[in-house]
């Protein structure tokens, strides 16, 4: 989709102001990777204080039979925060798409699109004349990995505890 499919740069200022508003645009974009990375941390780490407790509650003896209820709502949040963390993951999967495509737009009216070449590269398209040939799966698919380990992990638990004598 061209958003700026009606901009026309006549004057040096103009292109001027277009830088600036490309390398606020880039500053964004490292932000917004910044907070994603600290809130991947942030779960991961509440969630493994969460498998922490359940293992440690099953090792000093208090055992799933005494209090079912209390180890079940505790794997139960877990799973529900490890399903809000896969949705987080969708709606930053949303704003990466948006900042990509906003990026490689205004580098259309740059005379080098080095973040499109990047991204390219890392989507395995070849650039028009680049003999280079890469393949790598979107940072948000392999992100999904761990809160699905979690809720793994999480069943798991459930299973072992009130199911497996």
Same mark, same amino acid.
Request: glycine residues 4%; proline residues 4%; aromatic residues 12%.
């Given at each position: 989709?061209? #958003?700026?499919? !009606?901009?026309?740069?006549?004057?040096?200022?103009?292109?001027?102001?277009?830088?600036?508003?490309?390398?606020?645009?880039?500053?964004?974009?490292?932000?917004?990777?910044?907070?994603?990375?600290?809130? !991947?941390?942030?779960?991961?780490? $509440?969630?493994?204080? +969460?498998?922490?407790?359940?293992?440690?509650?099953?090792?000093?003896? +208090?055992?799933?039979?005494?209090?079912? +209820?209390?180890?079940?709502?505790?794997?139960?949040?877990?799973?529900?925060?490890?399903?809000?963390?896969?949705?987080?993951?969708?709606?930053?999967?949303?704003?990466?798409?948006?900042?990509? !495509?906003?990026?490689?737009?205004?580098?259309? #009216?740059?005379?080098?699109?080095?973040?499109? /070449?990047?991204? !390219?590269?890392?989507?395995?398209?070849?650039?028009?004349?680049?003999? $280079?040939?890469?393949?790598?799966?979107?940072?948000?698919?392999?992100?999904?990995? /761990?809160? @699905?380990?979690? @809720?793994?992990?999480?069943?798991?638990?459930?299973?072992?505890?009130?199911?497996?004598?």
């Amino acid at each position: 989709m061209k #958003y700026l499919a !009606n901009l026309k740069l006549q004057s040096a200022e103009e292109r001027t102001t277009l830088v600036k508003q490309y390398e606020i645009l880039i500053g964004a974009q490292n932000s917004f990777n910044n907070m994603r990375s600290v809130t !991947n941390m942030f779960y991961a780490s $509440v969630n493994s204080i +969460i498998i922490a407790s359940l293992s440690y509650g099953k090792d000093v003896g +208090i055992t799933p039979n005494a209090h079912p +209820i209390i180890f079940l709502t505790i794997a139960s949040m877990g799973a529900i925060l490890c399903i809000s963390w896969i949705l987080l993951l969708f709606n930053h999967a949303k704003i990466i798409h948006t900042y990509n !495509n906003l990026i490689k737009e205004v580098e259309s #009216y740059l005379p080098a699109p080095l973040f499109t /070449v990047s991204i !390219n590269l890392l989507d395995g398209k070849r650039t028009p004349g680049s003999t $280079v040939d890469t393949s790598s799966e979107g940072l948000p698919k392999k992100e999904l990995l /761990v809160p @699905i380990f979690f @809720i793994t992990a999480y069943v798991t638990y459930a299973f072992s505890s009130f199911f497996i004598v």
